[in-house]
């Protein structure tokens, strides 16, 4: 099901009882400088699917520390600088098998509407430890990633911050 990640038609489904919730992640295009090329770090999920290191904000947490701890977390990668330019990404999607199972038992919606918020971040580590969450890493040049992520919006994401890097760099 494709819905516009908009509040109004969240309160509006709330308001009929649907099972909805507004859910904010933060994450990182994390990426570290080889010498000739910046590469990429895109994390494969259980589902197949490739992606950013990215999680839910914690009570009391800045945009900052929630990406921080998830990619930590996520990667092990604890170093990093993380630069001042922040991409959006929303989706909708309806949870399923155990995430569905967990949600439910947790009394959270089942019916997530997303806003995921993505800051390039330069790392020097290349080792990876990855957590239960993910199945693979890669770390891959900008064109490679850019084919590799299998998302629409997760693409617009590196491309901006891609560009936001080029004209830094041309600074």
Known sequence: MKLPVVKPLYVFLHWLGAPVIW???VGAVLFRETGAEREYLLLRY?????EFPRGHVEEGETEEE?????????????????YPFRTENRFFYVAHGSEKMRREREKRGTWIFKRA?????????????????HREWLWLPFVEAREKVTFANARKVLERSEAY???RKRR
Do not use: C, W
């Open 23 to 25: 859910e904010k992640s």
């Open 66 to 82: 929630t990406l921080r701890r998830e990619v930590a977390e996520e990667t092990g990668i604890q170093e990093m600088n993380v």
């Open 46 to 50: 259980p589902s197949g699917h490739y």
């Open 165 to 167: 890097l080029q004209k």
């Open 117 to 133: 918020f993505f800051y390039p971040a330069e790392t020097t580590e290349k080792d990876v430890q990855l957590s239960h969450e």
